[in-house]
């Protein structure tokens, strides 16, 4: 078993393997650039996370409220922002029918997406940004099991 | 006032340069003598990561590209770039940023 936390994180990995537009360019927590070979490709990582105790007693309930980011990386001569907003269908399609993640969140919302460009290199790069709010709980006991 | 006169550009690009034929649009077709480079770039991408990526450049002198615009098209072996922005230094060279096709 892993902390839900990376569950969390390896399913939605899973859910966004595949997709028409990425295929199989899914990483999770990369450091070095991405490039011909990963692009059009997407980056999946878990950001900030709160915690508040929703139970008393000896063994509490935590609720958890994580930020997983989705990164889309395209480079292209043309419709890069097309090709993101394909890559966006994309993502929404794969998280929309799954957000209590198999069992492991109780709740997934998209908070904010943001996009950007970029024209240093041979051909222009498009890159957008997902923000996505994942309520799940554990017991303070056990790390690596969503209750 | 330059340091280097027509004939030093000249030199420097007969020692250096390579022939690249230009597709200008409103110009005639030509054939330049020219600095290729393409060297490695990571971009910024604001994201968690860069992206790597080439920086295919060209130096000719400003006078053997005359007519020629931004948009308008050259090949180099068998790739086709696009000129996407003319960067003069305003004594006789020009730098032209490309975007490969």
């Keep these: 078993m ?14 966004l393997t595949g997709l028409s537009t990425t295929g199989a360019n899914v990483f999770s927590h990369r450091y ?13 990582y878990t950001e900030d996370e709160s915690q508040s105790y929703q139970t008393m007693g000896q063994d509490r309930t935590i609720k958890h409220e994580l930020t ?3 990164e889309a ?3 292209s001569v043309s419709n890069y922002d097309d090709t993101l907003d394909d890559i966006s269908v994309e993502i929404m399609n794969a998280l929309s029918p799954n957000r209590k993640l198999n069992g492991l969140a109780k709740d997934t919302r998209i908070s904010t997406f943001s996009s950007a460009g970029e024209v240093g290199g041979e051909q222009p790069a498009f890159m957008g940004r997902f923000d996505i709010q994942i309520i799940y709980h ?10 | 006032m330059t340091v280097e006169t027509e004939l030093d550009r000249t030199a420097m690009l007969a020692d ?16 330049v003598k020219c ?8 971009v910024e991408s604001g994201m968690s990561v860069g992206i790597s990526m080439q920086q295919p450049r060209i130096l000719c002198t400003s006078s053997d590209i005359n007519g020629v615009a931004e948009g308008d098209s050259l090949i180099r072996g068998n790739t086709t770039y696009i000129i996407r922005v003319m960067m003069y230094d305003g004594i006789g060279m020009t730098e032209l940023m490309l975007e490969k096709q």
């Design chain 1, 2 to 15: 892993a902390h839900v936390r990376q569950q969390i994180r390896d399913y939605v990995i899973t859910l």
């Design chain 1, 32 to 44: 070095y650039p991405m490039s011909d070979a990963t692009i059009p490709g997407i980056i999946v």
């Design chain 1, 68 to 70: 997983l980011r989705i």
């Design chain 1, 73 to 75: 990386f395209v480079k």
């Design chain 1, 138 to 147: 554990t017991k303070e006991s056990d790390p690596e099991t969503a209750v």
């Design chain 2, 16 to 31: 250096f340069g390579e022939c690249i034929t230009f597709y200008p649009l409103n110009a005639p077709v030509r054939t």
């Design chain 2, 35 to 42: 600095i290729f480079d393409n060297i490695y770039q990571e």
